[in-house]
């Protein structure tokens, strides 16, 4: 079964950069039957009932925003900073060469509200982890993150586990 979506995962060679081999998830979506598989085996896999699902820009918006109707869960944003109109908090992560920003808005969430967290691929981790800190830091009771996609060979998964985050993905 899981071999039926990771077919639908097109690889692109040297995508951004020489060297990359990148993870195409915009083939899964375009299938209906595999994306709705998709966000039932993320739906049965979720932990307990949630508050809130956080989704990671931009692609992490799809998966979180498909998950909100069958978990009965609102959707948080997590966006690239400049993005938000109200009152933000954010967190700066590492990139290969330089840094990033993400940030929410600092009223997003009632301290104690139960999130999930969503993203299509964890690779580093590093854009995850600093979502953590971001919830956390707004007052999030955070268990559990999701992605369609990890890449193990490059830690990210270990390191949010070792961050006490039950990380679950459908492929790898
Ligand atoms: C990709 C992906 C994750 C992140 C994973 O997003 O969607 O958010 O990178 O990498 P990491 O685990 O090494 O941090 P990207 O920054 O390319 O943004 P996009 O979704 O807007 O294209
Ligand atoms: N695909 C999509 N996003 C990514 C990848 C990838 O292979 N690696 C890091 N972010």
Same mark, same amino acid.
């Given at each position: 079964m899981n071999d039926d979506l990771k077919a639908l995962i097109r690889t692109i060679p *040297?995508?951004?950069?020489?060297?990359i081999q990148f993870r195409d998830i915009t083939t899964l979506l375009l299938d209906a039957g595999g994306f709705a598989q998709t966000i039932a085996r993320m739906a049965a896999a979720t932990l307990g009932p949630v508050d809130l699902i956080a989704g990671i820009e931009a692609r992490g918006f799809i998966f979180a925003a498909a998950l909100a109707a069958p978990l009965n869960a609102g959707v948080l944003l997590i966006r690239? *900073?400049?993005?938000?109109p109200g009152a933000t908090i954010a967190e700066d992560y590492a990139l290969e060469y330089g840094e990033d920003r993400i940030v929410m808005h600092e009223d997003a969430l009632v301290p104690g509200q139960r999130v999930l967290l969503v993203d299509d691929l964890i690779a580093t981790g590093g854009t995850a982890r600093a979502a953590v800190r971001l919830l956390r830091k707004a007052g999030a009771e955070l268990r559990q993150a999701q992605f369609v996609? *990890?890449?193990p060979e490059l830690g990210g998964a270990d390191a949010l586990r070792a961050e006490k985050i039950q990380v679950d993905s459908l492929l790898s």
């Open positions: *040297d995508f951004p950069k020489p060297g690239k *900073d400049g993005k938000l996609i *990890d890449l």
